[in-house]
Structures are given as structure tokens and as C-alpha cells.
T-cell receptor, first 113, second 114 residues
Framework: GNSVTQMEGPVTLSEEAFLTINCTYT??????LFWYVQYPGEGLQLLLK?????DKGSNKGFEATYRKETTSFHLEKGSVQVSDSAVYFC????????????FGTGTRLQVTL | NAGVTQTPKFQVLKTGQSMTLQCAQD?????MSWYRQDPGMGLRLIHY???????DQGEVPNGYNVSRSTTEDFPLRLLSAAPSQTSVYFC?????????????FGEGSWLTVV
């Protein structure tokens, strides 16, 4: 079956630090990969996505590249802000199953001044 | 644009009580689904629907019923609530079954069963 493994948090960084949150996956087909962000007390918002190998998703300074050879989709940001403090979820959906997302356990990011 | 709307946002139930979590979307999306979020476990799929009149089970369907009588609405029913159903519930929708489609989530419903 499908699975997503994320690095455990919490991750605590100072403002303007470089961020990497690791994500690896196992899938039987050709999945699309997503990063969702959840701010305190809110629902999940799509941060970025990639639908095929070597695609790079990007949004709000965050980037992630779909690496089929290493089955990874690591999230990066060059300079984090306090407002980036949230929980980040890596997820995949397999071929023809858009509503059936498989999520990682989430990584909490805390950015301090 | 309302997107995906869930009600109620907070609910406390006694063991054995029944209730319905409501979900509505105004984007004419075919696909709708319900997830639950528990600490340390990410989100898990409960039930999903690929269109009006069609529903199917996800990863953790036991204790929950769904129906899809219209494109817009996808209620989740707890027939006899148990403490193990204490969780945060998210409704989601997407335009088609294409796996690359963006999935939109509601703001969540916090349910406590005592």
C-alpha cells in the first residue's frame, strides 16, 4: 500500500534560517505529491504540489522537487519567517484516486525571532 | 467564495449519542471525502464519494455512515458515538478524480466524546 514518512518535529528555527523538512513515500502507481500547511486552529491549505517526476512545486518561497529515484519530496525554504510557524503535512494521491490522500504524520515548525 | 463549509466547528457528545457533521461545497466538485486527524497519525480517510449517489469506504470507516444525495452535500453520521471517535474531522473536495487535482479542505470540526 501507499505510505508517507516525514521527519518528526517539532522543528525550531530562528527567523531567516534555512528550512528542510524531509518526506519520503511508497506508492504502487505514479503518485502526485503535495505539501499542505495547517496554521493553528485552521484547516489544511495546499502549499504546493508536483504531479510527475522531476517537477518542482513552489509557493510563498517554499519549494519541493519530486524525486522518483529517491522517492522523496523534501520541503525547503531559504529564509523562514515567524508567520511560517505551522504544521506541515506531506501527502500523496495515487493514479485515479484524487480524493484518497495518504498523509504523513505532520511536522510542527516553530520560528522564533 | 465559500469553498468547503463544515458545521458544527465544535461539539461535545456523550457516549452512545448520535450526530451528523455537515459538509457543503459550492465549487461543483465531483469528489468529496471525510478525514479524521489524530495526534501523531496525520489524517486518515474515513469515507469518500466520487459523485452524487456513490460512496465508498476509506481507511477507517467503522462507526461512520455517509450519503451523497446532492453534488453539494456530504454529511458524516455517527450513529452511536464512542470515545475513540474523539478527533478533528475534515471534509474535503476536488474537481475530478485526476490524482493531480487540488483537494480543498474545510476548516475542521472538533468532536469530543465523553
Amino acid at each position: 500500500g501507499n505510505s508517507v514518512t516525514q521527519m518528526e518535529g517539532p522543528v525550531t528555527l530562528s527567523e531567516e534560517a534555512f528550512l528542510t523538512i524531509n518526506c519520503t513515500y511508497t506508492a504502487t502507481g505514479y503518485p502526485s505529491l503535495f505539501w499542505y500547511v495547517q496554521y493553528p486552529g485552521e484547516g489544511l491549505q495546499l502549499l504546493l504540489k508536483a504531479t510527475k517526476a522531476d517537477d518542482k512545486g513552489s509557493n510563498k518561497g517554499f519549494e519541493a522537487t519530486y524525486r522518483k529515484e529517491t522517492t522523496s519530496f523534501h520541503l525547503e525554504k531559504g529564509s523562514v519567517q515567524v508567520s511560517d510557524s505551522a504544521v506541515y503535512f506531506c501527502a500523496l494521491s495515487d493514479t485515479g484516486t484524487a480524493s484518497k490522500l495518504t498523509f504523513g504524520t505532520g511536522t510542527r515548525l516553530q520560528v522564533t525571532l | 467564495n465559500a469553498g468547503v463549509t463544515q458545521t458544527p466547528k465544535f461539539q461535545v457528545l456523550k457516549t452512545g449519542q448520535s450526530m451528523t457533521l455537515q459538509c457543503a461545497q459550492d465549487m461543483n466538485h465531483e469528489y468529496m471525502s471525510w478525514y479524521r486527524q489524530d495526534p501523531g497519525m496525520g489524517l486518515r480517510l474515513i469515507h469518500y464519494s466520487v459523485g452524487a449517489g456513490i460512496t465508498d469506504q476509506g481507511e477507517v470507516p467503522n462507526g461512520y455512515n455517509v450519503s451523497r444525495s446532492t453534488t453539494e452535500d456530504f454529511p458524516l453520521r455517527l450513529l452511536s458515538a464512542a470515545p475513540s471517535q474523539t478527533s478533528v474531522y475534515f471534509c474535503a473536495s476536488s474537481r475530478t478524480h485526476d490524482s493531480g487535482n487540488t483537494i480543498y479542505f474545510g476548516e475542521g470540526s472538533w468532536l469530543t466524546v465523553v
